[in-house]
């Protein structure tokens, strides 16, 4: 995806996503965090071993492929504020064939999660959903890490980096065979390690590795941010919701602003209620929401709703206001505690179900049927 140029055009438009992903601009509160790391007089004691972790969203794989760049970077030491972007290391980047970067699982690396999320476009969504967090395509496994090993010890010239995208699904093998890698570090090698959930990255990994700090990111920043994104008409609280909803991550609340069920959630109270009253069939609902939504986008539609009306059930205030569900169900209509845990358990077997290729009508109509039943 190219843009025409401009006059003042950035000459980073006019690369596609794939190659931006190692030259795009820093998000506007990883700027402390990339000045101390890239500064002249910090470039000579770079830390060998790097963990940038946290939820989803909050922008640490850019982080991650901006700083591999410039680590690889020819011109890296004049050039602080990012990679030049013109050097032969830059160049090799933006092909995707730069000798001297490993990244595990491949599918992390920028050019190839390019091409697959471009293919996944033409699959069905239960295709498309088997590529989620728990595909076995970002496993990291004890094979893959020797290979890796024999590269950071090949003895090359110039800097090598290491990307270990969704560190903590390694193997415990893998982890194991890691651990000397990191506390033997060898001379112009960075180990990069990302990770969506740090408490399941092994205490011995993390001990070993210096973490980035990225994760607290100030309201006002992040909240700029989203409004910049979305437009100038987005209201204040509409942001403030968002960022609730998304846990505080920037990245994705702009995500799930675009999402296509986020602006049928008040249809799916509609809905719901009206599967309560009686007053519509589990069959009749579930073949209304198969035409507007596929099962992966109506699950974590009823996902989010399930969390208020948890949240309220034990007298919470409503993360969604807009949405106005409190006012929506008297305390006679509330649901029970049990019927709303038996909900989140078909909502888990709907996720298995469309990766295990289960026909999606039939995975549709159970989850539906336990929606009524809430």
Same mark, same amino acid.
């Given at each position: 995806?190219?843009?025409?140029?401009? /006059?003042?055009?950035?000459?980073?438009?006019?690369?596609?996503?794939?190659?931006?992903? *190692?030259?795009?601009?820093?998000?506007?509160?990883?700027?402390?965090?990339?000045?101390?790391? #890239?500064?002249?007089?910090?470039?000579?004691?770079?830390? !060998? =071993?790097?963990?940038?972790?946290?939820?989803?969203?909050?922008?640490?794989?850019? *982080?991650?492929?901006?700083? %591999?760049?410039?680590?690889?970077?020819?011109?890296?030491? #004049?050039?602080?504020?990012?990679?030049?972007?013109?050097?032969?290391?830059?160049?090799?980047?933006?092909?995707? #064939?730069?000798?001297?970067?490993?990244?595990?699982?491949?599918?992390?690396?920028?050019?190839?999660?390019?091409?697959?999320?471009?293919?996944?476009?033409?699959?069905?969504? &239960?295709?498309?959903?088997?590529?989620?967090?728990?595909?076995?395509?970002?496993?990291?496994?004890?094979?893959?890490? @020797?290979?890796?090993?024999? *590269?950071?010890?090949?003895?090359?010239? $110039?800097?090598?980096?290491?990307? *270990?995208?969704?560190?903590?699904?390694?193997?415990?093998?893998?982890?194991? /065979?890691?651990? &000397?890698?990191?506390?033997?570090? +060898?001379?112009?090698? !960075?180990?990069?390690?990302?990770?969506?959930?740090?408490?399941?990255?092994?205490?011995?990994?993390?001990? @070993? %590795?210096?973490?980035?700090?990225?994760?607290?990111?100030?309201?006002?920043?992040?909240?700029?941010?989203?409004?910049? +994104?979305?437009?100038?008409? %987005?209201?204040?609280?509409?942001?403030?919701?968002?960022?609730?909803?998304?846990? $505080?991550?920037?990245?994705?609340?702009?995500?799930?602003?675009?999402?296509?069920?986020?602006?049928?959630? &008040?249809?799916?109270?509609?809905?719901?209620?009206?599967?309560?009253?009686?007053?519509?069939?589990?069959?009749? /609902?579930?073949?209304?929401?198969?035409?507007?939504?596929?099962?992966?986008?109506?699950?974590?539609?009823?996902?989010?709703?399930?969390?208020?009306?948890?949240?309220?059930?034990? $007298?919470?205030?409503?993360?969604?206001?807009?949405?106005?569900?409190?006012? /929506?169900?008297?305390?006679?209509?509330?649901?029970?505690?049990?019927?709303?845990?038996?909900?989140?358990?078909?909502?888990?077997?709907?996720?298995?179900?469309?990766?295990?290729?289960?026909?999606?009508?039939? =995975?549709?109509? &159970?989850?539906?049927?336990?929606?009524?039943?809430?």
């Amino acid at each position: 995806m190219t843009t025409s140029p401009s /006059a003042n055009a950035d000459p980073n438009a006019l690369l596609p996503d794939s190659e931006l992903a *190692f030259f795009a601009p820093l998000l506007p509160w990883q700027q402390q965090a990339w000045t101390q790391l #890239t500064a002249p007089q910090n470039q000579a004691a770079l830390p !060998h =071993a790097l963990l940038a972790a946290g939820i989803e969203g909050i922008g640490k794989r850019a *982080f991650i492929w901006r700083l %591999v760049a410039w680590l690889l970077c020819r011109e890296r030491h #004049t050039h602080p504020l990012g990679a030049c972007g013109v050097c032969e290391s830059c160049d090799w980047l933006k092909s995707g #064939t730069h000798p001297n970067l490993q990244v595990l699982p491949l599918h992390s690396l920028p050019m190839v999660a390019s091409e697959e999320a471009s293919a996944s476009t033409a699959k069905s969504s &239960k295709s498309a959903a088997k590529e989620g967090a728990d595909s076995p395509k970002r496993t990291i496994k004890i094979d893959d890490i @020797r290979q890796l090993i024999s *590269f950071v010890h090949q003895g090359s010239q $110039g800097i090598r980096v290491c990307v *270990f995208d969704y560190a903590e699904q390694m193997t415990i093998g893998a982890a194991n /065979a890691l651990l &000397k890698t990191l506390e033997e570090p +060898q001379p112009q090698v !960075h180990l990069l390690l990302l990770t969506d959930s740090p408490a399941q990255l092994l205490p011995t990994i993390k001990s @070993r %590795v210096q973490q980035l700090p990225l994760q607290r990111i100030p309201f006002e920043l992040a909240t700029g941010y989203i409004k910049a +994104q979305l437009g100038e008409q %987005v209201s204040d609280a509409e942001v403030a919701q968002l960022l609730s909803l998304a846990n $505080g991550a920037p990245l994705a609340a702009v995500a799930m602003a675009s999402a296509p069920w986020y602006s049928k959630r &008040k249809v799916w109270l509609t809905v719901w209620l009206a599967l309560r009253a009686g007053k519509r069939s589990a069959m009749a /609902a579930s073949d209304y929401w198969q035409k507007e939504l596929s099962l992966a986008e109506f699950t974590q539609l009823t996902e989010l709703m399930l969390i208020d009306l948890n949240r309220i059930v034990l $007298g919470l205030d409503s993360l969604q206001p807009d949405c106005e569900i409190a006012a /929506a169900l008297p305390a006679e209509f509330l649901p029970s505690i049990e019927a709303l845990d038996s909900l989140a358990e078909v909502i888990a077997a709907s996720k298995r179900a469309i990766q295990q290729n289960v026909q999606e009508k039939l =995975a549709y109509d &159970k989850l539906m049927q336990s929606i009524a039943q809430t």
